[in-house]
């Protein structure tokens, strides 16, 4: 079974910066680097949204328009980790964040994901 478990969440005053980490463990422990692997997030009363995503490999990304430029999602394959950098944080970007996976290449839309984390929670300040 996949696990993937979230980090790095908290309160922070806009414009600041956070840095999400998610280690992903389980039976699939030494197939880390096979997975796409996403950041999406759910605001109260809102859509969820895939902010960011990856490639198994780390070579392509995605950004969301409403966080391109901010936000930066990266990868360790080494560690079984990937990583979601964010700068010049916003109110609107309060949400939890999940990590997510999926067996092969990355998508840009949430209900292609197979596997959540318990999400953390982003407040975000005025």
């Known amino acids: 079974q996949v696990q993937l478990v979230e980090s790095g969440g908290g309160l922070v005053q806009a414009g600041g910066s956070l840095r999400l980490s998610c280690g992903l463990s389980?039976?699939?422990?030494?197939?880390?680097?096979?997975?796409?692997m996403g950041w999406i997030r759910q605001a109260p009363g809102k859509e969820r949204e895939l902010v960011a995503s990856?490639?198994?490999?780390?070579?392509?990304?995605f950004a969301a328009d409403s966080v391109k430029g901010r936000f930066t999602i990266s990868r360790d394959n080494a560690k079984n980790t990937v990583y979601l950098q964010m700068m010049s944080l916003k109110p609107e970007d309060t949400a939890v964040y999940f990590c997510?996976?999926?067996?092969?290449?990355?998508?840009?839309?949430?209900?292609?994901?197979?596997?959540w984390g318990q999400g953390t929670q982003v407040t975000v300040s005025s």
């Open positions: 389980g039976r699939t422990f030494s197939t880390f680097s096979t997975y796409g």
């Open positions: 990856i490639s198994p490999g780390g070579g392509w990304t």
């Open positions: 997510t996976a999926r067996e092969g290449g990355a998508r840009t839309t949430p209900n292609e994901y197979d596997y």
